[in-house]
């Protein structure tokens, strides 16, 4: 009997114990968190050991050990060319890879291969951190891109900026738009949208859930600063690029400053 007879067979048994795979959001935003260099939401996955957590997910070996190898290979390879994806430089994601799957020839427990995931999708996270944050040298602007990543979903001034770096509004506000061409708002709001199009395209929020998650006023403040920014209303995006975006091998990436976002 082929392979596929097997398979067949298999799949027309009625005692077949059935898994029912869990939603693919949950494993997109963690990739997302990883190539857009989100270190809390990491650490956060990986501190509730949630690549151990087998329940929704396929098992592709009766042993426990070979099985989460398994699983620890097909995350290493989407993280990889995730990453190439967000900027990474080819040769060193690929490299990067094949250390981390050669290091499972010497790891023979579960708690081992949960720590080397944990180091490995930390290790590309901080790598991807430095690469969106490599376009200045200003410690005062990497400070301020820094504060905006990790409040992002809060509302945001620039007085909260200057004040969590010990500068003036006036000052902080003349050097963001020298050395990044935005103001302090525009990139704030930047940055809401793009988490926005993240959770339209990889979660079920709602768009009052997204709206009130990263702070907009509104909803409806939500679909018109969206809809200046992308060219569509969130609804549209939604229906265009949900869950269908792996593009694992393609070139396709995906006095205002005192305004509130």
């Known amino acids: 009997m ?16 059935e898994v029912e795979h869990r939603p693919p959001t949950e494993e997109f935003l963690f990739y997302q968190a990883v190539t857009n ?23 592709l070996s009766r ?3 070979t099985n989460l190898k398994y699983h620890f290979v097909i995350t290493t390879a989407m993280v990889t060319r995730l990453c190439k994806q967000k900027g990474m430089e080819l040769e060193q994601a690929f490299r990067m890879s094949d250390f981390y799957i050669q290091k499972l020839d010497d790891i023979h427990t579960v ?3 949960r720590n080397l995931h944990d180091s490995m999708v930390l290790d590309y996270a901080e790598k991807m951190r430095r690469i969106s944050r490599s376009d200045t040298n200003s410690r005062h602007i990497n400070a301020c891109k820094e504060y905006i990543y990790s409040h992002i979903k809060e509302r945001i001034t620039i007085e909260d900026l200057a004040d969590a770096l010990g500068v003036s509004s006036s000052y902080l506000s003349r050097l963001f738009k020298k050395e990044t061409g935005d103001s302090v708002s525009a990139y ?14 990889y979660s079920e929020y709602s768009m009052i859930d997204i709206a009130n998650r990263l702070s907009f006023s509104s909803q409806s403040h939500f679909i018109q600063q969206f809809r200046e920014a992308v060219g569509m209303t969130p609804k549209k995006y939604r229906d265009i690029n949900h869950m269908i975006q792996w593009d694992i091998d393609g070139e396709n990436e995906i006095g205002e400053d ?3 976002l």
């Open 63 to 65: 042993n426990p050990v």
């Open 2 to 17: 082929g392979y596929q007879d097997e398979w067949l067979l298999l799949e027309a048994e009625d005692d077949l114990d």
């Open 111 to 113: 708690q081992g291969v």
């Open 37 to 59: 260099g989100d270190l809390d939401a990491v650490r956060e996955n990986c501190e509730q050991e949630r690549f151990l957590d087998s329940e929704g997910v396929g098992v």
């Open 188 to 201: 704030i709001r930047g940055q809401k949208i793009e988490m926005a199009k993240n959770l339209l395209q």
């Open 258 to 260: 005192q305004e509130n």
